[in-house]
């Protein structure tokens, strides 16, 4: 079976597990966990909580990866790839001509106190949206037209916006993908205990509610930083039904 390869290239804390777990909800759909996570780690040094769990339990060759993995056998028409703009660096992306990709952004002002909660001091590096920008360029110039999710519209209605990512995706809308059991998944990465405290509390997408933390003047830096690119991928994100542009 040759499956539609779906790449979700999102940033941290932007709602990716819990577009992963409405993925599979779908009756003919199998998804995966950052499959390139270890190469990330390996290639970048970065240390994030649970790194040598990660590292000890996944294939850290990003080559083996997209021949294995995201290029490799599925036994399903539609396979689901969650997985984070920041970890293509170095790969050669090749393989993106043969992937439907989808970008998934969230505000950096309400994005970036979750982040450092899990990682002290971010950097743009560590938000991924350089990456994606660079990323949409890229996809552009090969021909492609790459969804843009923007978390705040997805939670303001997952359905219109589901329908409408599977409609450009050329893949039926399932009323499934609304909800899912609550608890940990079976799809989730090894690092589940140290990201997914939230989504495992979740039986759905749950309502867009405003964040207003008071960011450190570091993080007021780099928000100015991410501001550009945020907004430049924003600007053709697909709208929730109440807010068209």
Known sequence: MNPRRICLWSGPRNVSTALMYAFAQRSDACV????????????????????????????ADGRHVVEDVILGPCDRPVLFMKQMAHHLVGLDRGFLRQTDNVLLIRDPSEMLPSLAKNIPNPTLRDTGLKMQSDLFNELRSLGQHPPILDARQLLLDPRGVLSILCDQLAISFEEAMLSWPEGARPEDGIWAPH??????????????????????????????ECRPYYEALEATAIRARTEKK
């Open 32 to 59: 995966v966990d950052e499959p390139l996570y270890a190469y990330y780690l390996r290639t970048t040094g970065v240390d994030h909580p649970g790194r040598a769990e990660v590292l000890a339990h996944m294939d």
């Open 195 to 224: 990201w997914y405290e939230n989504v495992h509390r979740s039986k759905g997408f749950q309502p867009y509610q405003p964040k207003t933390a008071t960011l450190s003047e570091s993080l007021q830096l780099l928000l100015e």
